[in-house]
């Protein structure tokens, strides 16, 4: 069955260090996708960055990068030069490609970058 | 171009009162989703629509909840008679096509039920 674990409810971080979020998840499809949405105290979710389980290089948005391990089935996000606004909750999901394409959400880590 | 909008974004109701929540994707989105989050936990799909026909609702309690899309735009997701394991935030996401690219989430509509 799919599933998503992130095993970090929390994180701080300091501002303009880099942190990394954990993802690992579990899928017997060989063709996937997987995505990172930040969810500010205000709700809504922001899609973030995408990998494709063909991909052959991580993916890269600005200060995002995805560390995609497929033997190791992890999609570690790493957030670079950590600002003040990243403060949220971090989602990462997972897409079957040859099933319906609903997204499987892990439980979320709160990230929290401090002065 | 203009996201995707919901509302309310805050209903407090009392148990076995019914409610209603409207959603209004992106202009030329195909595939709508309601996902309800309860707090602590990651969205949790509760039906999809492409167009106007349902795609998955294997985990919409049917026997409290219905949705529609009409028109293949606009998305109503309602629930009679409300439970208190309803208070969620429910977030409405659109996509331009089935199983490409991101999905595209609106602000959700908090629910509170006492």
């Known amino acids: 069955a799919q599933k998503i674990t992130q095993t970090q409810p929390g994180m701080f971080v300091q501002e303009k260090e880099a942190v990394t979020l954990d993802c690992t998840y579990d899928?017997?499809?060989?063709?996937?996708?997987l995505f990172w949405y930040k969810q500010p105290s205000s709700g809504e979710m922001i899609f973030l960055i995408y990998?494709?389980?063909?991909?052959?290089q991580n993916a890269t948005e600005g200060r995002y990068s995805l560390n995609f391990q497929k033997a190791r089935k992890s999609a570690n996000l790493v957030i670079s030069a950590s600002q003040l606004g990243d403060s949220a909750m971090y989602f990462c999901?997972?897409?079957?490609?040859?099933?319906?394409?609903?997204?499987?959400f892990g439980t979320g880590t709160r990230l929290q970058v401090f002065p | 171009e203009a996201g995707v909008a919901q509302s309310p974004r805050y209903k407090i109701i009392e148990k076995r009162q019914s409610v209603a929540f409207w959603c209004n994707p992106i202009?030329?989105?195909?595939?709508l989703y309601w996902y309800q989050q309860i707090l602590g936990q990651g969205p949790k799909l509760l039906i999809q629509?492409?167009?106007?026909?349902?795609?998955?609702d294997s985990q919409l309690p049917k026997d409290r909840f219905s949705a529609e899309r009409l028109k293949g735009v606009d998305s109503t997701l309602k629930i009679q008679p409300a439970k208190l394991e309803d208070s969620a935030v429910y977030l409405c996401?659109?996509?331009?096509?089935?199983?490409?690219?991101?999905?595209?989430f609106g602000p959700g509509t908090r629910l509170t039920v006492t």
């Open positions: 996401a659109s996509s331009p096509h089935r199983a490409e690219g991101e999905q595209y």
């Open positions: 899928t017997s499809d060989p063709s996937y996708g």
């Open positions: 990998q494709g389980s063909y991909d052959q």
């Open positions: 999901a997972m897409r079957e490609v040859y099933n319906t394409d609903k997204l499987i």
């Open positions: 202009s030329g989105h195909a595939t």
């Open positions: 629509f492409q167009n106007n026909g349902v795609v998955d």
